[in-house]
């Protein structure tokens, strides 16, 4: 029998199983982690039901309104340790935490609330929810419709009735004309209006630059004088158009009865969806859904990023990417062929391959002071003096901004770039050079033509390691361009199309932010799973990209290696 234990041992079977064992278990942690998020993050976009109960303590009831947002069990001693008193001796005690929203009338949008305290609870399907623009949801009863300040319906009970349903089928038509005004109000103040300033500011710039050039000839400034009156006219009638289309958007209004029965009025100009998830069929639940889904990876963040979505994000996330692949691969590259095919073989060399190596192991948020402290300060400094003068004292380069984090983060993975493309140059055969070399083709035309597109798999593979590590990096990239809220994307309609001046949003400082800066924690959670969620899917669709591309150059040259 020890026999047979020793020669399986020497079989080397046991390491192959443990291997895979291992492999196994990493596999069902990550999809178990993936999944957690998955759970926690999306389902946070279902339109939950609205329960209303009466919450009784000390004698004293009140009437509580909101979303089961989670339910745990403590332990009955603690809350009576806390001086609560709990009317059951058993061990655990249930407690719900609810959105309450309506956090302009209580201060805040959850409360905890002990199932032994809660009776008559119910799911009226007369109860709605208004997701607002600002004070986050509302909940309550609609009691009335007013336009300009006068009620034009009413409706006092609390069944539904077709009165009801005609009060409701109304208050979704204003509603809709509301967001339809929103939407044209955006669009003259975000892109008409800030082109018309993009365009004023570069007629300043460009006034500054004849002044600073001592230019006198009185013809260039006349040109821009007459084009600041041109825009100066277009910007007055946008300016009327915006005072007509406000007076319109804030005409109408309702009034609700919320828990505790106080009445509120809101501006249908403040709401961006309202509905009654308790009246909801599954298939108008799935559609919500669907919206909501939608709203998160196509808006813009509102509510200190804790509501809305996270578009701005997305974008400057797979920007920064692509700028970062198309900086680092061609360095890495050259560098790579240098050290391989150029280089002669030494000590030198071998201690550049120690400096690159150990390039790689050093701390993130060195390369971002590093960043900041060369590429901003100095480098950007120095192209504001020297072809920015105009806008100073306010800096164009000299400022973090997407080029210098594109730049930073490129300086991070060009490592990882040269490694895997010196590796894949060690491995083509001796012989096909030679046979190159023999057939009359010189060194370079040998590098252009076979030994390059030989190694391209494994400069893909260099480059798809770059993106992995680059796109969850958050230390440096708070140093060097990346900010809480952008107020526009650094690609746009404006000359010149691309700002790498401009700061931007990413998905991992994103979470960072909502995660531990935001004020209210509790409507943040969700949204850090959700994004977390987002930037996993958006780093496996650039690395399947990526992939992809190596698969199709690997087949493509196959062919020189037989």
Same mark, same amino acid.
């Given at each position: 029998m020890n026999i047979s234990v020793k020669e399986w041992f020497k079989s080397g079977s046991p390491w192959v199983w443990m291997n895979a064992g291992a492999v196994a278990i990493c596999l069902i942690m990550v999809v178990g982690l993936l999944g957690l998020i998955a759970v926690r993050g999306l389902s946070h976009f279902w339109p939950a039901n609205i329960v209303q109960a009466t919450y009784t303590v000390d004698g004293q009831s009140k009437t509580i309104i909101g979303e089961v947002v989670e339910t745990n069990e403590v332990?009955?001693?603690?809350?009576?340790?806390?001086?609560?008193?709990?009317?059951?001796?058993?061990?655990?005690?249930?407690?719900?935490?609810?959105?309450?929203?309506?956090?302009?009338?209580?201060?805040?949008?959850?409360?905890? =609330?002990?199932?032994?305290?809660?009776?008559?609870q119910s799911k009226p399907e007369m109860l709605f929810t208004a997701e607002r623009r600002e004070w986050g949801n509302l909940y309550g009863y609609l009691?009335?419709?007013?336009?300009?300040?006068?009620?034009?319906?009413?409706?006092?009970?609390?069944?539904?009735?077709?009165?009801?349903?005609?009060?409701?089928?109304? &208050? @979704?038509?204003?509603?809709? $004309?509301?967001?339809?005004?929103?939407? @044209?109000i955006l669009a003259i103040e975000k892109h008409e209006i800030g082109a018309i300033n993009y365009e004023l500011e570069r007629l300043r710039l460009k006034e500054r630059g004849l002044q600073l050039d001592n230019v006198t000839d009185q013809a260039p400034y006349d040109v821009i004088n007459k084009r600041r009156k041109e825009l100066d006219v277009a910007y007055e009638g946008m300016q009327q158009r915006l005072l007509d289309l406000y =007076?319109?958007?804030?005409?109408?209004?309702? /009034?609700?009865?919320?828990?505790?029965g106080k009445v509120v009025e809101v501006q249908?100009?403040?709401?961006?969806?309202?509905? $009654?998830?308790?009246?909801?069929?599954?298939?108008?639940?799935?559609?919500?859904?669907?919206?909501?889904?939608?709203?998160?990876?196509?808006? !813009?963040?509102? !509510?200190?990023?804790?509501?809305?979505?996270?578009?701005?994000?997305?974008?400057?996330?797979?920007?920064?990417?692509?700028?970062?692949s198309l900086l680092v691969t061609p360095f890495g590259v050259i560098a790579a062929v240098y050290l391989r095919e150029y280089a002669k073989q030494g000590f030198i060399t071998r201690l550049i391959r120690i400096a690159v190596n150990n390039l790689a192991g050093v701390p993130s948020i060195v390369y971002g002071v590093f960043g900041l402290g060369f #590429?901003?300060?100095?480098?950007?400094?120095?192209?504001? @003096?020297?072809? #920015?003068?105009?806008?100073?004292?306010?800096?164009? #380069?000299? /400022?973090?901004?997407?080029?210098? =984090?594109? &730049? %930073?983060?490129?300086?991070? /993975?060009?490592?990882?770039?040269?490694?895997? /493309? !010196?590796?894949?140059?060690?491995r083509i055969p001796r012989a096909l050079r030679e046979g190159?070399?023999? &057939?009359?083709? %010189?060194?370079?035309? %040998?590098?252009?033509?076979?030994?390059?597109?030989?190694?391209?798999?494994?400069?893909?593979?260099?480059?798809?390691?770059?993106?992995?590590?680059?796109?969850?990096?958050?230390?440096?990239?708070?140093?060097?361009?990346?900010?809480?809220?952008?107020?526009?994307?650094?690609?746009?309609?404006?000359?010149?199309?691309?700002h790498l001046d401009q700061k931007f949003m990413h998905l991992g400082f994103h979470i960072y932010d909502v995660g531990f800066q935001s004020p209210n924690v509790e409507a943040a959670r969700p949204l850090v799973y959700a994004t977390a969620?987002?930037?996993?899917?958006?780093?496996? &669709?650039?690395?399947?990209?990526a992939i992809a591309i190596r698969n199709h150059l690997r087949e493509k040259y196959k062919a020189l290696e037989m």
């Open positions: 332990l009955t001693k603690q809350l009576i340790e806390a001086g609560i008193k709990i009317p059951d001796d058993s061990e655990f005690s249930t407690r719900h935490l609810l959105k309450v929203g309506n956090r302009d009338i209580y201060g805040s949008d959850f409360s905890w =609330a002990l199932e032994h305290f809660l009776s008559d009691r009335s419709l007013k336009e300009s300040g006068e009620e034009v319906v009413r409706f006092d009970g609390y069944d539904q009735s077709a009165e009801y349903l005609a009060l409701w089928d109304e &208050l @979704d038509k204003r509603v809709t $004309r509301a967001l339809q005004i929103h939407e @044209d =007076a319109q958007i804030n005409r109408d209004s309702l /009034t609700a009865e919320v828990a505790g249908l100009a403040k709401i961006v969806r309202i509905f $009654r998830p308790n009246a909801m069929h599954t298939g108008q639940k799935i559609a919500h859904y669907a919206s909501k889904l939608w709203e998160f990876v196509s808006d !813009e963040p509102r !509510e200190a990023n804790t509501e809305g979505g996270i578009f701005p994000a997305i974008f400057g996330t797979v920007m920064m990417v692509l700028l970062m #590429f901003v300060y100095f480098l950007g400094g120095n192209i504001d @003096d020297l072809f #920015f003068a105009a806008a100073k004292p306010a800096p164009t #380069f000299g /400022t973090p901004g997407l080029m210098w =984090a594109s &730049l %930073t983060l490129a300086l991070l /993975t060009v490592p990882v770039v040269i490694v895997a /493309t !010196e590796e894949g140059l060690s190159s070399l023999a &057939l009359g083709a %010189t060194k370079f035309e %040998t590098l252009m033509k076979v030994v390059l597109p030989m190694a391209s798999p494994a400069m893909m593979t260099g480059v798809i390691l770059a993106i992995a590590r680059a796109a969850g990096e958050v230390a440096p990239l708070m140093l060097v361009g990346v900010v809480k809220l952008a107020p526009s994307l650094p690609l746009d309609g404006n000359y010149p199309f691309i969620m987002l930037l996993v899917l958006v780093i496996a &669709l650039l690395n399947m990209s």
